[in-house]
């Protein structure tokens, strides 16, 4: 198959997005298919061939990258685009893509997981992985997706004004746009340095869950045991002593990992999600599971949390993204 991955872009998840894609690409690529890398927002400026030739391209425009400690400078990848447009689609973003049989979205954050991309992809005809439009929309947003929690009687932190609590972006995400407050001045830090909507919610204490969820199943719980007892962006990412712990089956009873697996597709389904999605949760000392997001387009490095438990599954990494391929083009047939 002919397949266009697109990844990068402008979301503070940029260099996530970036490893995912490149992963991918390279993944399609080892199993035969004519895969190509293409960053959303920088697009191919630097390709001046025939657009159908682009598919034969030797390396797939794949690049060398990985996660730094640091959140991307938005402003200097602007920079490094010829054109200066408004426009957030680079040079033949949309065209290349009418060429392929299916675009893989290796995006995160904004313009990936939000509905975006998908509304641009359903009106010119052209099948992508993952769920669609509306139901991307609405996971996006988390107070809207509590919302959906609470009214299908899954656990959420409640909201409160004062610490300690969680200060969050209703469409962060790798746990960039949230702080955890100890003290009212630092929620207030924290509201003050927020550049979206917030949500502020009471901190839970317990252990650290993810399911991911595959088809319509959900796969084996993974435990996040992070090394300063915070998951942020450096424990999720860095390797050594900076990174979490990831324990894969997750220790817990039979009965708690029934329970989360339950939640997790409970919530896949209640806002329509399709193909693959990500949950995450915290297990309290009483055995209470709070629900703490979805992801709609979980990452997708060859190390992420969703190809840990896929292989576990018994997808290794170049069949598991195949294999999002062929459900996502089964759903949109």
């Not at 402008?10 to 690529?29: D, F, I």
């Not at 929309?137 to 004062?162: E, R, W």
Request: charged share 25%.
């Amino acid at each position: 198959m002919k397949i266009v991955v697109l990844g990068g872009g402008l979301s503070s998840e940029r260099q996530v997005s970036l490893v995912s894609a490149t992963g991918v690409c390279k993944a399609l690529r080892s199993l035969g298919h004519k895969a190509i890398f293409v960053d959303i927002f920088l697009g191919l400026e630097e390709y001046d061939g025939d657009l159908l030739d682009a598919f034969e391209a030797s390396d797939g425009f794949c690049i060398d990258t990985l996660i730094s400690h640091e959140a991307p400078d938005i402003e200097a990848v602007k920079a490094l685009r010829k054109d200066k447009s408004a426009s957030r689609l680079g040079k033949n973003v949309l065209e290349v893509c009418k060429l392929a049989d299916c675009v893989f979205l290796g995006l995160h954050g904004e313009d990936g997981e939000d509905g975006k991309i998908q509304a641009a992809l359903d009106l010119i005809g052209v099948p992508y992985t993952g769920s669609d439009t509306l139901s991307s929309a609405l996971a996006m947003d988390k107070s809207f997706t509590k919302q959906i929690m609470q009214c299908n009687g899954i656990l959420t932190a409640p909201y409160v004004k004062h610490a300690p609590c969680v200060v969050k972006e209703v469409n962060g995400g790798s746990s960039i746009g949230t702080w955890i407050c100890q003290t009212d001045e630092e929620m207030n830090d924290a509201l003050a340095c927020a550049k979206y909507k917030t949500i502020v919610e009471q901190k839970i204490i317990g252990r650290e869950f993810t399911v991911p969820v595959l088809g319509d199943r959900a796969l084996n719980v993974i435990e996040i045991v992070p090394p300063t007892g915070k998951f942020d962006y450096v424990s999720k990412y860095q390797s050594g002593s900076e990174a979490a712990q990831e324990i894969c089956p997750a220790r817990i009873t039979e009965e708690e990992k029934q329970k989360l697996q339950e939640l997790a597709l409970k919530l896949h389904r209640a806002l329509g999600l399709e193909v693959y999605s990500r949950t995450d949760f915290i297990l309290d000392n009483d055995g209470n599971a709070w629900c703490l997001e979805v992801n709609t387009l979980p990452g997708m490095t060859p190390n992420s949390l969703f190809p840990r438990a896929a292989a576990q599954a018994g997808f290794d990494y170049p069949h598991l993204c195949e294999h999002i391929i062929q459900l996502s083009l089964a759903k949109k047939g």
